[in-house]
């Protein structure tokens, strides 16, 4: 019964392609996140999102861009991929935290390695 | 800053034993936390969940918050091989956003 799904494990890209991750969640999650975890880094967000259309940025958001049309679809954008965002991407979605308060779910990850 | 700091560790500890971890944090506007077990390769898996002060059990794992002292804590009783993995502490400090630990790696020796 997966809940929240990365479209894809593992991705390989050349420099400079633009590259899409589609991260769907089938639980009507309000709140949706993206992060990369780098060895000893640990998780950082890079975007997230309160409802449909909204976004804002979370701590490292450059050369990213995010689209969400649809309450269950969260899309992260590299605009022009580089070497330096190989790293595994993970995709999360929770509830509203005064609603319900049970964290995050996070979806299987992609591991993403740009050459 | 809303910060939330682990013991990168390597913790290693005898399988049958109890396997400790801590985390502290930074402010006190704290509403609730949760530890996520995070296997290598894997992404995290939440596996406890804790908003009062005291201890909360389920099965093996116990949760314990002081937030007074501004710690909380994950007890694992009866600690097997599968066990082993990076754990995660994290926290909602008044917004919608988690804010995470970078993880304590706990190693159980057969």
């Known amino acids: 019964d997966v809940k929240v799904t990365q479209s894809s494990r593992y991705l390989v890209k050349r420099t400079g392609e633009k590259v899409f991750l589609e991260c769907v969640q089938d639980m009507d999650h309000e709140n949706m996140f993206w992060y990369r975890q780098d060895p000893g880094l640990g998780l950082r967000l890079i975007y997230f999102?309160?409802?449909?259309?909204?976004?804002e940025k979370g701590d490292i958001p450059e050369g990213y861009s995010v689209s969400r049309e649809k309450k269950e679809r969260f899309s992260l954008i590299l605009e022009s991929a580089s070497t330096n965002q190989t790293s595994m991407y993970l995709c999360a979605s929770s509830l509203l935290v005064w609603s319900n308060n049970y964290g995050y779910t996070f979806g299987s990850g992609t591991r993403l390695t740009v050459v | 800053q809303k910060e939330v700091e682990q013991n990168s560790g390597p913790l290693s500890v005898p399988e049958g034993a109890i396997a400790s971890l801590n985390c502290t944090y930074s402010d006190r506007v704290s509403q609730s936390f949760f530890w996520y077990r995070q296997y290598s390769g894997k992404s995290p898996e939440l596996i406890m969940s804790i908003y009062s002060n005291g201890d909360k059990e389920d099965g093996r794992f116990t949760a314990q918050l002081n937030k007074a002292s501004q710690y909380v804590s994950l007890l694992i009783r009866d600690s097997q091989p599968s066990d082993s993995a990076t754990y995660l502490c994290?926290?909602?400090?008044?917004?919608?956003?988690?804010?995470f630990g970078t993880g304590t790696r706990l190693t159980i020796i057969p």
């Open positions: 994290a926290g909602y400090f008044g917004n919608e956003k988690l804010t």
């Open positions: 999102s309160y409802d449909v259309k909204m976004k």
